[in-house]
């Protein structure tokens, strides 16, 4: 069993940038594929970017590309997301989830473990 706690987010002003943390509660976290997701209020819960385990590959949300960032130390354990000119549409619930295997999904029902969510405001 794997928990994910994020952390991280907050109430921000358009433009600026925010940088949240997904931490395990393994060892191994690295060798899983983690991605992070988003619900927007009144909406369904979608893609934003995921990390393959074990010096696997990246692949972004196309609205995100340029301004979002993931990074992950094979020797730590927490997987970061730097999202940099925040936009009011990104005004959501985060979510941290992790697979149990190496290769990244796209799909939220592809993975195995979530955190609770870290709450991101962006205002105008």
């Known amino acids: 069993q794997v928990h994910l706690v994020e952390s991280g987010g907050g109430l921000v002003q358009a433009g600026v940038s925010l940088r949240l943390s997904c931490e395990a509660s393994?060892?191994?976290?690295?060798?899983?594929?983690t991605g992070w997701f988003r619900q927007p209020p009144r909406n369904a819960l979608e893609f934003v970017p995921a990390?393959?385990?074990?010096?696997?590959?990246?692949y972004y949300r196309q609205t995100v590309r340029g301004r979002f960032t993931l990074s992950r130390d094979r020797s730590k354990n927490p997987v970061n997301l730097q999202m940099n000119n925040l936009k009011p549409e990104e005004t959501a619930l985060y979510y941290c989830a992790a697979k149990h295997y190496s290769d990244y999904g796209l799909k939220n029902d592809q993975y195995d473990y979530w955190g609770q969510g870290t709450q991101v405001n962006v205002a105008t």
């Open positions: 990390i393959g385990g074990a010096g696997g590959s990246e």
């Open positions: 393994v060892r191994t976290f690295s060798t899983h594929a």
